[in-house]
């Protein structure tokens, strides 16, 4: 199965285009990490190659104005290393950086403010505040 796959991807019928491609790119990234200065090759990365120009991702503008002003050196580092290219095209892209939600931080009441808030809610008739106390109590002792 896998060796028709690997077939069918080299296949110039089938999605051979692609393949090359997809390796053509693999080269220019990394090409393009060995050429950028590091701190603008971690907020950057090659998207795209397409008639002799790089399309290069930029985290954010700033990034971007940098690259631009590179752009010629960029393009002669990669002729010289073997890549037809006429041209860098940058364009800001930024990185879905969403963090993930953090488990919310275990401050538990002390004596006094437990003692407090019990007193509190024996005095308060029933009502939803009175409920909201009671629950908030209860989960302080769950978690002590």
Same mark, same amino acid.
């Given at each position: 199965m896998a060796d028709l796959l690997e077939n069918y991807l080299q296949d110039s019928e089938g999605a051979g285009k692609v393949? %090359?491609?997809a390796?053509?790119?693999i080269r220019l990234a990394g090409l393009y990490a060995e050429i950028a200065p590091t701190h603008l090759a971690r907020a950057s990365r090659v998207a795209n190659f397409k008639s002799g120009v790089v399309v290069i991702h930029a985290d954010s503008g700033a990034i971007a104005a940098k690259l631009r002003q590179m752009a010629p050196t960029l393009v002669d580092q990669l002729s010289q290393r073997g890549t037809e290219c006429s041209g860098v095209q940058v364009? %800001?892209?930024a990185r879905d950086q969403r963090e993930p939600a953090r488990a919310?931080?275990?401050k538990p009441l002390s004596v006094r403010t437990s003692e407090e808030l019990t007193a509190l809610s024996s005095s308060l008739p029933?009502?939803?505040?009175?409920?909201?106390?009671?629950?908030?109590?209860?989960?302080s002792a769950r978690e002590e």
């Amino acid at each position: 199965m896998a060796d028709l796959l690997e077939n069918y991807l080299q296949d110039s019928e089938g999605a051979g285009k692609v393949l %090359v491609h997809a390796r053509l790119l693999i080269r220019l990234a990394g090409l393009y990490a060995e050429i950028a200065p590091t701190h603008l090759a971690r907020a950057s990365r090659v998207a795209n190659f397409k008639s002799g120009v790089v399309v290069i991702h930029a985290d954010s503008g700033a990034i971007a104005a940098k690259l631009r002003q590179m752009a010629p050196t960029l393009v002669d580092q990669l002729s010289q290393r073997g890549t037809e290219c006429s041209g860098v095209q940058v364009k %800001v892209q930024a990185r879905d950086q969403r963090e993930p939600a953090r488990a919310p931080a275990h401050k538990p009441l002390s004596v006094r403010t437990s003692e407090e808030l019990t007193a509190l809610s024996s005095s308060l008739p029933t009502s939803p505040l009175r409920r909201a106390l009671e629950g908030l109590l209860a989960r302080s002792a769950r978690e002590e």
